[in-house]
């Protein structure tokens, strides 16, 4: 067993040769940011898209305060996007979306609440493999496909900024046109871009007097309006085109108070709107709000993929109509080896009752074999998740079901994957690996220390046990911004007893002090990993 010193190493640099752990298809990365797009509500929701449901909701606030706050947490996270993406310089290579805003939120261009609350929020959520950039670009496409937008294929993979941008770039509402245009351009967006950006930014939410009263008179203010919100549109919590059609047809709201504001200095809207001679509005007003929604989706997409030089994003992710939860080696009390979790299954809500609460899809078992040819009937949970995406052919939301999954190690020795085949959806096949993993029952946090214990095989002449390694990553508060730094840590390991024929034990701790979410253990052979854990997840697990 190898083993070394215990060092705390800050933003030291991903683990050489990451494969796809046995838990987490198709690794932790994609595996935890899908459960946040797709497990919204109902059984096993990911907690995210509570923030802005109703999509009327502010996350700091609840009840009769929230309503009479009118503030709109999908409104917010659009704007916290916009304002960390504006300090981008596409020909330097520098800003675009790094969570950079964090360390800004004292410039008076980052005026209001919305950005510590958005990243209050956010905090739990992010770990070794989910940066705070990731969840801030997450949250825009959320808020657009949840309040009646369409989904804006999201990619992932970005790195948080650790101090921050030298530049500023946000344009405020007395910022002149020519300035104005000149910080989109930096961005790489023209001046069609910019208008059509804004339009599609500011059809949710409102201004309130209560942080722009340069915008909005004090007057707003009332016991039934204590930030004294003015709406952009008379839909503030749906994305829609209606800011659009109500400045082109000088209805309802006209365009928002940064159209119509007392004060002119701080009208940019208008002056933004009007510096094509109002082409571009009248471009995307014909358009309608399929066509809208078009625009805003590319535009949305550009603005959240803008990173700098060096940072490369990876694939969208795509709903899993299959997906295996938590799939695990564990040790049980009375020291049998078990791989135990769920399998989701998504497919199309079938039917809806007179309550309009989700009926189960089916009631029919899943059969899941082995490559050893072992076979296990999986049994549906009763309850059901909802997720926001609709199926193709649906204009229903999709609904996942659970199937626990419990199966020793005897029955399926030997075996190197298991394919899940529920009727109606193509099987998907996962592997699985068996020469090492970490114990979960004998692995956790607890008065500053994590324990971990590790099963290595000392049966096999293609496994060496002595090259086993374990490598932690704890996410933890830091000055300045409430983005989490990683600190990574190695544990020093002492072989044990174990109770398992064939599998050696050895166990190790490390100092974890009071970290911000989900802490993840790291099992390597050599460089390679072979299985990863992720504790102590809180309100962003399962």
């Known amino acids: 067993m190898r083993s070394s010193s215990s060092t705390a190493v800050a933003l030291l640099g991903a683990v050489s040769k990451p494969v796809a752990a046995m838990f987490y298809y198709p690794n932790p990365a994609a595996s935890v940011l899908e459960h946040i797009l797709v497990d919204n509500w109902?059984?096993?929701?990911?907690?995210?898209?509570?923030?802005?449901?109703?999509?009327?909701?502010?996350?700091?606030?609840?009840?009769?305060?929230a309503i009479n706050s009118r503030r709109t947490?999908?409104?917010?996270?659009?704007?916290?996007?916009?304002?960390?993406?504006?300090?981008?310089?596409?020909?330097?290579?520098?800003?675009?979306?790094?969570?950079?805003?964090?360390?800004?939120?004292?410039?008076?261009?980052?005026?209001?609440?919305?950005?510590?609350?958005s990243f209050t929020f956010w905090q739990p959520f992010v770990n070794e493999f989910v940066p705070m950039a990731d969840l801030l670009a997450i949250g825009t496409v959320m808020s657009v496909n949840v309040?009646?937008?369409?989904?804006?294929?999201?990619?992932?993979?970005?790195?948080?900024?650790?101090?921050?941008?030298?530049?500023?770039?946000?344009?405020?509402?007395?910022?002149?046109?020519?300035?104005?245009?000149a910080q989109f351009a930096q961005t790489g967006f023209n001046q069609s871009d910019a208008i059509k950006l804004t339009a599609c930014g500011h059809t949710l939410g409102s201004v309130h007097a209560g942080g722009f009263p340069e915008v909005v008179e004090e007057s707003a203010i009332t016991p039934t309006n204590t930030n004294?919100?003015?709406?952009?549109?008379?839909?503030?919590?749906v994305f829609d085109s209606a800011v659009v059609h109500e400045y082109i047809d000088n209805t309802g709201a006209r365009g928002g108070p940064l159209v119509t504001?007392?004060?002119?200095?701080?009208?940019?809207?208008?002056?933004?709107?009007?510096?094509?001679?109002?082409?571009?509005?009248?471009?995307?007003?014909?358009?309608?709000?399929?066509?809208?929604?078009?625009?805003?989706?590319?535009?949305?997409?550009?603005?959240?993929n803008t990173v700098p030089t060096g940072v490369e994003l990876q694939p969208a992710i795509s709903p899993a109509l299959i997906k295996p939860i938590n799939v695990t080696w564990d040790v049980t009390s009375d020291n049998q080896l078990t791989l135990s979790g769920k399998?989701?299954?998504?497919?199309?809500?079938?039917?809806?009752?007179?309550?309009?609460?989700?009926?189960?899809?089916?009631?029919?078992?899943?059969?899941?074999?082995?490559?050893?040819?072992?076979?296990?009937?999986?049994?549906?949970?009763?309850?059901l998740g909802i997720s926001a995406f609709k199926l193709d052919g649906s204009e229903t939301n999709a609904t996942t079901q659970y199937l626990p999954l419990s199966v020793s190690s005897s029955d399926i020795s030997g075996a190197t994957s298991f394919t899940v085949a529920p009727a109606g959806l193509e099987a998907q096949t996962f592997e699985i690996q068996d020469n090492a993993f970490v114990v979960?029952?004998?692995?956790?946090?607890?008065?500053?220390?994590?324990?971990?214990?590790?099963?290595?095989?000392?049966?096999?002449?293609?496994?060496?046990?002595?090259?086993?390694?374990?490598?932690?990553a704890t996410p933890l508060a830091q000055p300045l911004t409430l983005t989490p730094t990683i600190v990574r840590t190695n544990v020093p390991l002492k072989e044990g007893e174990s109770p398992l024929a064939d599998f050696g034990y050895w166990s190790g701790s490390a100092a974890v002090e009071n970290p911000t979410g989900a802490v993840s253990v790291t099992l390597l052979s050599?460089?390679?990993?072979?299985?990863?854990?992720?504790?102590?997840?809180?309100?962003?697990?399962?």
């Open 42 to 65: 109902g059984a096993y929701a990911s907690n995210f898209t509570s923030a802005i449901t109703p999509c009327t909701n502010y996350v700091t606030e609840a009840g009769e305060p």
């Open 73 to 117: 947490t999908s409104a917010q996270w659009l704007r916290v996007a916009f304002h960390d993406f504006a300090t981008a310089d596409v020909a330097a290579g520098t800003g675009g979306v790094d969570a950079s805003i964090g360390f800004e939120t004292e410039r008076a261009e980052n005026s209001g609440t919305a950005f510590n609350d």
């Open 147 to 181: 309040c009646g937008g369409k989904y804006i294929p999201y990619k992932y993979g970005r790195v948080d900024a650790t101090e921050a941008d030298p530049k500023t770039g946000v344009p405020e509402p007395s910022t002149g046109i020519e300035e104005t245009l």
């Open 228 to 237: 004294g919100a003015v709406d952009l549109d008379n839909s503030r919590a």
């Open 261 to 304: 504001s007392f004060n002119e200095t701080s009208r940019s809207d208008l002056r933004l709107y009007e510096s094509d001679g109002n082409k571009t509005m009248l471009e995307l007003y014909g358009q309608g709000d399929d066509g809208f929604q078009d625009t805003c989706v590319d535009l949305l997409s550009r603005m959240l």
């Open 343 to 383: 399998i989701r299954v998504s497919d199309k809500a079938q039917r809806m009752n007179s309550m309009s609460t989700w009926l189960r899809m089916s009631s029919d078992p899943v059969p899941v074999t082995f490559s050893n040819n072992h076979t296990e009937t999986l049994a549906p949970e009763e309850n």
């Open 440 to 472: 979960p029952s004998l692995t956790r946090i607890a008065d500053g220390t994590l324990s971990v214990t590790v099963a290595a095989r000392t049966n096999r002449a293609e496994f060496d046990p002595a090259k086993v390694s374990v490598k932690i």
């Open 526 to 542: 050599g460089e390679d990993v072979v299985d990863t854990l992720l504790l102590d997840a809180g309100v962003a697990g399962w």
